[in-house]
């Protein structure tokens, strides 16, 4: 789901009517709706939310495909729409900062939609994925502070300089991981004020592979 687009979307359907008459009219908070115009991701229950109150089809109101009016389509029941959308946990842990391990036993701090045909062509298993927050200008200019990571966790096989989670001293990092002919590890930040990291080949067992980050987002 783009954000910006989506945000777009959102306007329209506002138009003229206040943030808070339309926020009170959908059955969503004021607060929730100024942070989707931010570019924030919404989830499945709040996209069916302004989809029956702004009276648009829920596909068109995420992806812009489609027909826009819910007139213009059958209706459709609530799991022919989740059939189209995959529900990815949200984890209260933060990539760059923390305790603990990405795993499945990780708090789930909400739930995060994203389109099944779209995880699919983008590779990503879905029952493996996992969204967190990034903390921390390690890797900008590519991740900033407070962007949103979507991470397979099925793949914990280092592809040379891909951005991956990794878990070290009981601490989780994104970085890029360089595989040296050695067998020793370099872990990569994008913001050169940060220097390389070197894991020596006899303590790469104490590094695990969380997770590829496959995809990101964030507000503008």
């Known amino acids: 789901m783009e954000q910006t687009e989506f945000a777009t979307r959102l306007r329209m359907l506002i138009g003229s009517s206040s943030e808070r008459s339309f926020a009170h009219a959908v059955g969503i908070s004021p607060s929730a709706l100024r942070a989707l115009l931010k570019g924030g991701m919404p989830t499945l229950e709040t996209l069916l939310a302004i989809a029956r109150g702004a ?98 966790t099925s793949i914990d096989h280092v592809r040379d300089n891909a951005l991956y989670v990794v878990v070290l001293a009981g601490l989780v990092f994104v970085k890029r991981v360089h595989v040296r002919r050695d067998g020793s590890l370099t872990l990569i930040s994008d913001n050169p004020v940060f220097p390389p990291e070197e894991v020596p080949a006899n303590e790469t067992e104490e590094l695990s592979i969380a997770g590829r980050v496959m995809w990101f987002g964030r507000s503008i």
């Open 55 to 152: 009276n648009v089809e829920v596909n068109w109101l995420a992806t812009g495909e489609g027909a826009k009016t819910a007139s213009e389509k059958p209706a459709r029941t609530r799991a022919a729409i989740e059939e189209q959308f995959s529900m990815i946990p949200r984890l209260a842990v933060e990539a760059s900062a923390g305790n603990g391990v990405l795993a499945h036993h990780e708090e789930s701090t909400g739930l995060l939609a994203f389109r099944a045909e779209w995880l699919r062509r983008m590779g990503i298993n879905p029952t493996a994925a996992r969204a967190l927050t990034v903390k921390g200008d390690s890797m900008e200019p590519t991740i900033r502070d407070g962007d949103i990571l979507l991470v397979d």
